[in-house]
């Protein structure tokens, strides 16, 4: 579950134009074949398109003769196939998934049976916290429930491949066991939905935590990447400068919805239709829930109240 957040340049409080998020909308990779995208990296797209998945789902092929296989995608038998195919006369070592969402990890357990290599990376899904009373999970349908890897990679970990090592990244905020992926040699990360060069995240109560997401983007601000390869898309390829927007475009949205409550309590719903201009519909959803998500950080900052457990149908008032 990626995308969520386009169009930001038709908000109603623009930042300035050096710190907007420079969206790149033009992506030309047909699904099911493999192209080569850098000295290290092929990349192969699943034919899954939507308002949430962009183009589909970019798996990675990391190496040559013996390779791993990042986020090989949603269960689908023919992107499986497609990959296994291009791939003849290699050897897939180990399969990498960045998180559980049903676009990037149901079809490393169809990868693995093709081919025995092991399942590396992200732990099995859980939620940023306990569900609510009468709080009805969303996007519950969207998380890959049976997902167990048979090795998971701790914060700073590495994977020492023929020619390549791999460092995993912790980036918890758009699921709570969301890993990113250095390639060494390269300086290079695979993003997975944390950070993606078409549009924002998602993040979404309980499955997410906003605070946790910015804490996240934060934290790659140490790093001196030259490249992101996210889930969906294609490359960011000035990460820094991407890294500022992002960050000053939370805070935006964090003044737009605290301008909003200005006017009296509202439910996350109400909110997006003041913030959220020429918003796909499809997105309003997506975008309900991740106003949801930053006001859950401003109740437990202390900016914002609401009568109870915050849950996405109450009322929030500007405390």
Same mark, same amino acid.
């Given at each position: 579950?990626?995308?969520?957040?386009? !169009?930001?340049? !038709?908000?109603?409080?623009?930042?300035?134009?050096?710190?907007?998020?420079?969206?790149?909308?033009?992506?030309?990779?047909?699904?099911?074949?493999?192209?080569?995208?850098?000295?290290?990296?092929?990349?192969?797209?699943?034919?899954?398109?939507?308002?949430?998945?962009?183009?589909?789902?970019?798996?990675?092929?990391?190496?040559?003769?013996?390779?791993?296989?990042?986020?090989? =995608?949603?269960?689908?038998?023919?992107?499986?196939?497609?990959?296994?195919?291009?791939? %003849?006369?290699? %050897?897939?070592?180990?399969?990498?998934?960045?998180?559980?969402?049903?676009?990037?990890?149901?079809?490393?357990?169809?990868?693995? %049976?093709?081919?025995?290599?092991?399942?590396?990376?992200?732990?099995?899904?859980?939620?940023?916290?306990?569900?609510?009373?009468?709080?009805? !999970?969303?996007?519950?349908?969207? !998380?890959?429930?049976?997902?167990?890897?048979?090795? &998971?990679?701790?914060? =700073?970990?590495?994977?020492?491949?023929? =020619?390549?090592?791999?460092? #995993?990244?912790?980036? *918890?905020?758009?699921?709570?066991?969301?890993?990113?992926?250095?390639?060494?040699?390269?300086?290079?990360?695979?993003?997975?939905?944390?950070?993606?060069?078409?549009?924002?995240?998602?993040?979404?109560?309980?499955?997410?935590?906003?605070?946790?997401?910015?804490?996240?983007?934060?934290?790659?601000?140490?790093?001196?990447?030259?490249?992101?390869?996210?889930?969906?898309?294609?490359?960011?390829?000035?990460?820094?400068?991407?890294?500022?927007?992002?960050?000053?475009?939370?805070?935006?949205?964090?003044?737009?919805?605290?301008?909003?409550?200005? #006017?009296?309590?509202? #439910? *996350?719903?109400?909110?997006?239709? %003041?913030?959220? &201009?020429?918003?796909?519909?499809?997105?309003?959803? #997506?975008?309900?829930?991740?106003?949801?998500?930053?006001?859950?950080?401003?109740?437990?900052?202390?900016?914002?109240?609401?009568?109870?457990?915050?849950?996405?149908?109450?009322?929030?008032?500007?405390?």
């Amino acid at each position: 579950m990626s995308g969520a957040d386009q !169009n930001i340049e !038709n908000e109603r409080e623009k930042p300035d134009a050096d710190e907007t998020p420079r969206f790149e909308l033009a992506f030309d990779a047909p699904a099911g074949h493999l192209l080569r995208v850098s000295p290290l990296v092929r990349r192969i797209v699943a034919p899954n398109p939507g308002p949430f998945t962009f183009t589909g789902t970019c798996t990675y092929v990391v190496g040559e003769g013996e390779v791993v296989v990042i986020d090989p =995608g949603p269960d689908l038998p023919s992107h499986v196939e497609a990959l296994l195919d291009v791939l %003849k006369g290699e %050897k897939v070592a180990a399969i990498f998934v960045t998180h559980t969402h049903r676009d990037h990890s149901p079809a490393a357990r169809l990868l693995q %049976k093709a081919t025995g290599a092991e399942i590396i990376g992200c732990p099995p899904h859980f939620p940023a916290r306990e569900m609510a009373l009468g709080e009805i !999970n969303k996007l519950d349908a969207s !998380n890959d429930l049976d997902h167990r890897p048979d090795r &998971e990679l701790g914060d =700073g970990e590495v994977f020492d491949g023929p =020619g390549f090592t791999i460092r #995993a990244v912790k980036t *918890p905020g758009h699921t709570m066991n969301h890993v990113c992926f250095e390639l060494v040699e390269e300086k290079a990360l695979f993003t997975g939905d944390h950070i993606m060069g078409w549009s924002t995240s998602i993040v979404a109560p309980p499955d997410g935590a906003m605070r946790l997401y910015l804490d996240s983007l934060e934290k790659l601000r140490a790093h001196d990447h030259a490249v992101y390869w996210p889930g969906h898309g294609g490359p960011v390829s000035q990460p820094q400068r991407f890294l500022r927007a992002l960050l000053h475009h939370r805070r935006a949205r964090e003044k737009s919805i605290l301008a909003a409550l200005g #006017a009296g309590p509202l #439910a *996350p719903p109400e909110i997006v239709e %003041k913030v959220y &201009e020429k918003l796909d519909p499809r997105l309003k959803g #997506a975008a309900a829930l991740s106003t949801f998500a930053h006001l859950e950080d401003l109740c437990e900052r202390g900016l914002v109240g609401t009568e109870g457990t915050p849950q996405l149908t109450g009322k929030f008032s500007r405390l």
